[in-house]
């Protein structure tokens, strides 16, 4: 028996490789998001991307020809304070990463410590370090959980691949000898 297809009702669009590629539109994707607003249906757009907030995000597209508004963009950072909000509301975390990670975590009343947290969360950002990751390696050996926006091992740039967070993730995994890191977002 085939069943009817019911109308579609929202719209889901990654947005990295699809309707930008390293700062620029795709091809026909200023089309298709203004079909999208046009249509007057429901859409979201989603990233891996932890560095920014919506808001940043929006306004980067809006730069780029692309008119999407913040309530219309979910990134990996939003996943995951969500996902530990589930978890353990108003807990704690030591975070690498930038202000969309940050941003995220304080909205769902996290605090943000070095002090005994609850969770290291690892997020995108262009500017690891050593000192962090070190910290990070330490607080978990101390009983914190781990988990990571995202698996991706490697980010794209101008000057071609850059390490990411599934990447500095990988080192942390085997520095703790933890067998489980907890992806926020979806892996492949």
């Known amino acids: ?77 939003m996943a995951t304070a969500r996902f530990l909000d589930d978890q353990r509301p108003g807990g704690s975390a030591y975070v690498i990463g930038e202000a969309g990670l940050t941003t995220a975590l304080h909205a769902t009343g996290y605090v943000l410590t070095e002090i005994d947290p609850d969770y290291v969360v690892l997020g995108e950002t262009r500017t690891y370090s050593f000192t962090a990751i070190t910290k990070a390696i330490r607080l978990i050996e101390n009983g914190a959980r781990f988990i990571a926006t995202n698996p991706d091992a490697v980010g794209p740039s101008h000057e071609g691949s850059l390490p990411a967070c599934g990447a500095v993730a990988a080192m942390i995994t085997k520095a703790t000898g ?8 979806p892996i492949p």
């Open 178 to 185: 933890s067998i489980r890191t907890s992806w926020a977002s």
């Open 1 to 77: 028996m085939v069943s009817e297809r019911r109308p579609i009702t929202c719209w889901l669009s990654d947005m990295d490789g699809v309707l930008v590629r390293e700062g620029h539109p795709v091809p026909g994707a200023d089309e298709f998001v203004r079909r999208l607003r046009d249509s007057g249906k429901r859409f979201l757009v989603l990233t891996n991307n932890s560095i920014y907030t919506p808001r940043d995000l929006a306004v980067r597209l809006r730069a780029t020809g692309l008119d999407v508004p913040e309530e219309s963009i979910w990134t990996s950072a």
